[in-house]
């Protein structure tokens, strides 16, 4: 018989009988999974802490990561690893001069070819996932340059830390955060609306108001996740009239408010129509996540003379997309 010619890694996943699977092709699996990224896989998983009690050491705390594997002849293969507590790394004090290290998870497999690292105390237990420091990098290094510090390391960069002169404590303002998420959620609302009456503004005080009529304001379910909104308000066809109009508007998630935007011009009495866009980019506190908040147009006009006015031409058009990036908030 002529022995069949192979090309393929002879076994997929899954073949039953009593298939031998190789370890390459379960690390397929996470690299699929992942879909061939690498990072943490929480927005504050691995954090790196400076102690509350600040000492020459630091903290990462728990989470779960992707990594992919730089072995020789390792594509399209990662590795899934998870910190189940914190881990407390010892950083060295600097002397005279200043030091910058950088904080990684390097996975450390002695098996596959070419591969130098040690074999573990306990082969089946392990470890094979570590919190490394990489001492000594320029204090401009951010994680795409481990790609050149370490090329064939399977490892991710958590943080850097910039270390002054005679450091022997390790505080929160030299720690820079650098990881990335291998994954992260994005999830976009747009909505449409007119008013069903005519609203007009004018010179009231100066102060803030909810304005224009009954669609200042949408209730927003704001995802567990999400660490930051990006939210953009379109007018089409706000009417201006009566005179020169000056003043302004904002929005506002919960009561947080974002950039005021003038909406001022100089055409006098004319009767006008403009299109506004209001943009913003809100940062998520924990405890505004999994909850409803209200987001909300406000305007004021700042000096006598012109008025606003949201008609039955007047569209107004809400366009906000949630997203997930690494998070420090309450770590």
């Not at 022995?3 to 390459?24: F, I, N, T």
């Not at 728990?62 to 594997?69: D, M, T, Y």
């Not at 490394?132 to 850097?160: K, M, N, Q, Y």
Request: charged share 20%; with cysteine.
């Amino acid at each position: 018989m002529t022995k069949e010619r192979r090309m393929w890694d002879g076994v997929p996943w899954y073949v039953e009988g009593g298939a031998l699977h190789s370890e390459a092709t379960l690390r397929l699996l996470a690299f699929a999974a992942f879909g061939s990224n690498e990072g943490v896989v929480g927005s504050k998983d691995l954090t790196v802490r400076a102690l509350e009690q600040p000492d020459a050491s630091v903290q990462v705390l728990p989470g779960a990561c992707a990594v992919l594997n730089r072995a020789e002849g390792s594509s399209y293969q990662a590795y899934a690893g998870r910190l189940p507590v914190p881990d407390t790394i010892p950083i060295a004090s600097t002397g005279s001069q200043p030091r910058s290290d950088l904080i990684i998870a390097r996975v450390e497999n002695p098996f596959p070819p070419g591969e130098a690292w040690a074999l573990p105390e306990d082969v089946e237990a392990g470890p094979y996932i570590f919190t490394r420091v990489i001492s000594g990098v320029p204090p401009t290094t951010v994680a795409r340059d481990l790609a050149t510090l370490a090329p064939r390391d399977s490892a991710i960069v958590l943080a850097r830390i910039d270390l002054p002169p005679g450091t022997t404590a390790v505080t929160q303002g030299m720690i820079k955060d650098l990881r990335s998420i291998a994954n992260p959620r994005h999830e976009r609302i747009q909505k449409t609306a007119t008013l069903n009456a005519a609203t007009l503004l004018g010179y009231l005080d100066g102060s803030w108001q909810n304005w224009p009529g009954e669609v200042t304001s949408w209730n927003l379910d704001i995802p567990q996740w999400a660490t930051h909104a990006k939210v953009e308000v379109t007018l089409s066809g706000m009417r201006m009239a009566n005179g020169v109009v000056s003043g302004s508007m904002r929005l506002l998630l919960g009561a947080a408010p974002g950039s005021s935007i003038p909406i001022g011009d100089d055409q006098s009495a004319a009767v006008r129509r403009r299109d506004l866009l209001l943009s913003t980019e809100f940062p998520i506190a924990d405890e505004l996540r999994s909850t409803t908040q209200a987001l909300t147009v406000q305007t004021r006009i700042t000096a006598a003379g012109g008025d606003v006015q949201a008609d039955a031409l007047t569209w107004i058009t809400l366009d906000i997309e949630f997203s997930e990036a690494p998070d420090v908030e309450g770590a």
